[in-house]
């Protein structure tokens, strides 16, 4: 596995809190990632894992803490200037644009680098037909890299799951991102699909130079994949290491299992 | 010939140009009654205004309500221009006009100017800077204060002083470049501008409302959006304390009927292609793409606010074309033709053709307008039962076919344009690396 090169860091968040009225779903949550790195999220349900990329990519504001993205704090930044600086993600429950074709939903992504206006587009100018076709290329070199081509015209509602699923992160990589966050991207899948999976995040990390920090509840694809874990519970970091020491850390197994559970 | 062999946009524009002009030698044979002249002529007004709400609902996924005073709006405001050229209200055959581009230009300077120095970073960086010396709460309330100081500034040095002189320009220049043409050209050159002003006026309130409004979502923007239609509706009510030729509650008579089938055609027409033109665009996928998921067109960086309001002035802007023709046709204006109830009709002309279908919503306007016409040949004891039978027809294709006539799917030019796909050529020479897509079976189980 390439470990890249660099030691700087990409992702630097600290002392991040958020409350839902008196309820504290994350509190005091740190984490520091160098580039290149593929790091695991995991925790029980409930334990705040989506809150903190949700946080991170700024669609909850935050109670308290900092979050910096290559030097610079993005706290509180609306989503879509997350997004133009560098971070782009997945969700737990797949969203995609159910009445978009495959690909204009990746074509969406594109829009922020849009080389024609919307006056262009109405007037249909020269600069729109050569930006139009700029974009539906880079798409559907994208939609043959994720192997999608064959349903570019078909509406994304009708894909199979694990197609949009694919479908998904490939639209995430067409922000251009330098760190992936990825949402328990193995939710739903079977065992195959999941080894499809684990190959595909290894590739596309590799392929697009990313980090990636994900969220999953699949310990094979946690264990399999992730350089290091950190581990939540209550909103609160409860462990953090490679995945063999995640792996007999007694509160990781309290959380996981209970506290009367036996290990072995 | 094979039919298939030829552009899609040339089927359409032949269709299009034979329709129209068989309709024109109807109206000018007089094939057609009087009467029923004008149920066409309001069937293709009400398509474009209902083309303008299906971009703000059916594409955008805006539940708003106030689409009637919009309207009202294009049409006040471009009678306003037309009655000048005729009666001189305002003293000018050139005043109204010049004082509606007046409003607009200024309007439009001081929008520009204030983007321009991009006033939301500069506040939020301003709050940021006196966080570090006062608390949060404070530091908001300052910065706000300063962003409404600065706008105010702004919109008043620069929106009024261009919009001062504009008005002046026009005031000077407009009555001898008008005199310059022949009587019937100038004429209609007035009818053009005063339509596209009061498009432009409809588009400009709408972009200030929706700053606000936009911010809410279903069933709040639609209470919100109506409360904004009852007041437009009290305005127009009222507006004789304001310009005493609007003449308020006992309706504005005097405008000229100059609103042809020529001239609704090409407004269509035109409607149409920008309609079509912008879905088909960066920008509509943009649009659609905030329709279909918020949360999710925000992390492709899309800033759907932006977004949001762009369609909504859009779709106002299509309203206040409409109700430009609308004041020409039946040359009487009354506030009740613009009250909220209004707004429910292109909405069912929308719902009736397909959300989210151009040709379901021109469709859906000319049914809805002949079908409530046309009703009118019932023997004079059940004409009254045509509110009853309409809505019986409305729910059973509610319930037969929920997604209106069209669904979303569309007719000739108006289709998505087919994208090609790759070619098998690129593919073979240098192609990219596939990503992994097929896990061998034995792998699965561990």
């Given at each position: 596995m390439p470990q890249s090169n660099g030691n700087s860091t990409v992702l630097k968040i600290d002392g991040l809190t958020k409350f839902f009225g008196g309820l504290?779903?994350?509190?005091d949550f740190d984490v520091v990632i160098k580039e290149g790195e593929l790091v695991g999220l995991i925790g029980p349900n409930g334990a705040g894992k989506t809150t903190i990329f949700n946080m991170i990519t700024g669609i909850y504001p935050v109670s308290s803490g900092k979050v910096d993205f290559k030097d610079r704090t993005i706290t509180d930044l609306p989503a879509h200037e997350v997004t133009h600086l560098g971070i782009g993600r997945t969700f737990q429950n797949i969203r995609i644009f159910p009445n978009l074709t495959v690909l204009d939903n990746v074509r969406v992504a594109y829009h922020p680098h849009a080389r024609y206006n919307v006056f262009d587009g109405i007037l249909r100018s020269g600069r729109f037909g050569r930006g139009e076709k700029e974009m539906t290329e880079r798409a559907q070199e994208f939609l043959s890299v994720f192997g999608l081509d064959e349903y570019q015209d078909s509406l994304a509602a009708n894909l199979p799951y694990g197609e949009q699923r694919r479908m998904e992160i490939a639209r995430a990589l067409a922000t251009e991102p330098d760190l992936l966050l990825l949402d328990?991207?193995?939710?739903?899948?079977n065992p195959g699909e999941i080894v499809e999976l684990m190959d595909l995040i290894h590739f596309i990390r590799d392929r697009f130079d990313l980090t990636i920090l994900l969220i999953e509840h699949q310990m094979r694809v946690v264990m399999g994949i992730c350089e290091w874990i950190t581990v939540i519970d209550f909103g609160e970091i409860i462990a953090r290491g490679t995945p063999k020491e995640i792996q007999n850390d007694p509160k990781v197994i309290e959380a996981y299992l209970g506290s009367q559970a036996t290990r072995g | 010939m094979k039919l298939r062999s030829i552009p899609i946009w040339v089927q359409t524009l032949v269709f299009f140009l034979v329709v129209a002009v068989v309709v024109y030698v109807a109206f000018s044979q007089g094939v057609l009654t009087e009467y029923w002249q004008q149920v066409i002529l309001a069937g293709a007004i009400l398509g474009i205004s209902a083309l303008g709400l299906n971009l703000k609902y059916g594409y955008t996924g805006l539940f708003a309500l106030g689409h009637a005073a919009f309207y009202g709006i294009g049409a006040y405001s471009s009678a306003l221009v037309t009655k000048d050229w005729l009666t001189?209200?305002?003293?000018?055959?050139?005043g109204g006009l010049a004082g509606l581009l007046g409003i607009e230009s200024g309007f439009i300077a001081a929008v520009a100017v204030l983007m321009l120095i991009d006033i939301g970073h500069r506040r939020r960086a301003l709050r940021e800077r006196l966080m570090e010396l006062i608390s949060p709460f404070e530091a908001t309330i300052l910065s706000t204060v300063a962003t409404i100081l600065v706008g105010g500034a702004v919109l008043t040095v620069v929106g009024g002083g261009i919009g001062w002189l504009v008005r002046r320009i026009v005031l000077a220049v407009g009555p001898s470049v008008l005199a310059a043409l022949p009587a019937i050209v100038s004429q209609q050159v007035v009818f053009l501008v005063a339509l596209l002003a009061g498009a432009v006026l409809a588009a400009l309130i709408g972009f200030l409302i929706s700053l606000p409004l936009l911010n809410l979502t279903y069933d709040y923007l639609c209470i919100a959006t109506l409360g904004f239609g009852v007041m437009t509706y009290v305005f127009f009510n009222n507006a004789d304390q304001l310009i005493?030729?609007?003449k308020g509650a006992r309706g504005m008579v005097g405008i000229p009927r100059l609103t042809t089938w020529p001239w609704v055609v090409a407004a269509l027409a035109v409607a149409l292609i920008v309609m079509r033109n912008l879905i088909y665009s960066s920008t509509g996928r943009a649009i659609l793409a905030t329709r279909d998921d918020l949360v999710a067109a925000d992390t492709m960086g899309i800033n759907t606010y932006q977004y949001k309001i762009l369609a909504y002035s859009i779709g106002c802007a299509f309203a206040g074309l409409a109700g430009g023709l609308y004041a020409h046709l039946y040359a009487f204006l009354h506030p009740s033709n613009f009250t909220w109830l209004k707004s429910v009709d292109p909405f069912v002309m929308v719902v009736f053709g397909g959300v989210g279908s151009m040709t379901g919503t021109i469709l859906g306007a000319f049914s809805f307008v002949t079908l409530l016409e046309g009703l009118r040949v019932l023997p004079a004891e059940l004409i009254d039962w045509r509110y009853v039978i309409y809505p019986v027809i409305l729910l059973f294709v509610m319930l037969f076919r929920p997604q209106g006539i069209m669904g979303t799917n569309e007719w000739g030019f108006l289709r998505r344009p087919r994208v090609e796909g790759k070619k098998a050529s690129e593919d073979a020479a240098g192609a990219p690396e596939r990503a992994p897509s097929e896990a061998p079976a034995s792998a699965s189980d561990s």
């Open positions: 504290r779903a994350v509190h328990e991207p193995a939710a739903g899948m | 001189q209200w305002s003293g000018s055959p050139v005493p030729t609007m």
